[in-house]
């Protein structure tokens, strides 16, 4: 390979908004053979909105009240979702967030557990009535979440996510380049398989904790292939770290750009096939 190629090559993919760290990364680029991506912020827009709450206001009240203090963007569609409602917060004498699974926290001396399915069975407690709706929701895709004050079920609040406009062609883009395309989420198996269904994506990798994710990339490489990790959050970093090219998704946190190998401008998906597309055609001319 000789240097000024790449430069070039470095050079023109920068124009479009793809910056890749080094020259090294443009070559191993070209040796990818599978593609892991994942679901929220990377193949969605990550800005999730309240579609289904059943509970009462007493319930609204204490859940945007707790979820006030988490980060996750499930959190923010609940708080602005309760805004819209004009419900007044509370402040938490006690939260917690136990990522992959929900949020806990005491509030006006009651306590509230938002999260998933497994979180309501490590707190035992029981659901009974909410699992046809809550499978209803996400067999179209949205994210259902569970909620239970001083142990009683209350209701569920589900949220919809939509998925980047460009996100279809660009993983058609990606298989035509004969990439195995994987999608990797830390939420429900069928949410994820619905999402991925919009996308055209058929190989999922769904309930994976966020220290899981990491894992995860290496098992693929264990079967012999160059892996791109493709992600925008601070749980993605250490896999975007582990793979062979970590490409962060230029609208996600800081961190995840200092793990990656290549950032892509303002979360273009588009831009990844067209990556590869250059790396391809600048090591073949070297060649
Ligand atoms: P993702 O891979 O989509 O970012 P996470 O690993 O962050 O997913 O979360 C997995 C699941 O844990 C969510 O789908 C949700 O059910 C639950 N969860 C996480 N954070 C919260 C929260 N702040 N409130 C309620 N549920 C949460
Ligand atoms: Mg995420």
């Known amino acids: 390979a000789t240097p000024t190629s790449i430069m070039v090559g470095t050079g ?19 040796q990818l053979e599978a593609i892991i991506l994942d679901k929220t912020g990377t193949i969605t827009k990550g800005k ?55 949020i806990k926290a005491t509030i006006l001396g009651k306590e509230i557990i938002v999260g998933n399915r497994k979180w309501m069975l490590d707190n035992g407690i029981d659901i ?38 460009t996100a279809k062609e660009a993983i058609q883009q990606l298989r035509d380049q004969r990439l195995d395309v994987i999608m990797l989420t830390g939420d429900n198996e069928r949410t994820a398989k619905a999402i991925a269904g919009k996308v055209g994506i058929d190989k999922i990798i769904a309930e994976v904790l966020p220290e899981e994710k990491a894992d995860k990339v290496k098992e693929v490489q ?50 990844i096939p067209k990556a590869i597309k250059l790396s391809h055609a600048t090591i073949r001319n070297i060649r």
């Open 128 to 165: 009974g009535e909410a699992k046809e709706r809550m499978q209803v929701c996400e067999e179209s895709g949205k994210t259902a979440m569970l909620i239970a004050i001083n142990q009683e079920f209350r209701g569920i609040v589900a949220v919809a996510d939509t998925v980047k406009e």
């Open 222 to 271: 264990l079967q012999g292939k160059k892996v791109a990790m493709v992600g925008d959050g601070i749980n993605d970093a250490p896999a975007l770290a582990v793979a062979d090219i970590g490409i962060a998704i230029g609208t996600g946190t800081e961190i995840a750009i200092e793990a990656a190998d290549v950032t892509i401008l303002g979360g273009e998906l588009l831009l």
């Open 48 to 102: 999730p909105e309240v579609t289904d709450f059943t509970g009462d206001n007493e319930t609204l009240q204490l859940l945007a009240s707790a979820e006030k203090n988490s980060e996750h963007p499930l959190a923010e569609a609940i708080v602005a979702y309760a805004t819209e409602n004009q419900i007044e917060l509370q402040e938490v004498n006690y939260f917690e967030a136990i990522p992959g699974h929900g």
């Open 12 to 30: 023109k993919a920068a124009e479009s908004g793809i910056l890749f760290k080094g020259g090294e990364h443009l070559e191993r680029t070209h």
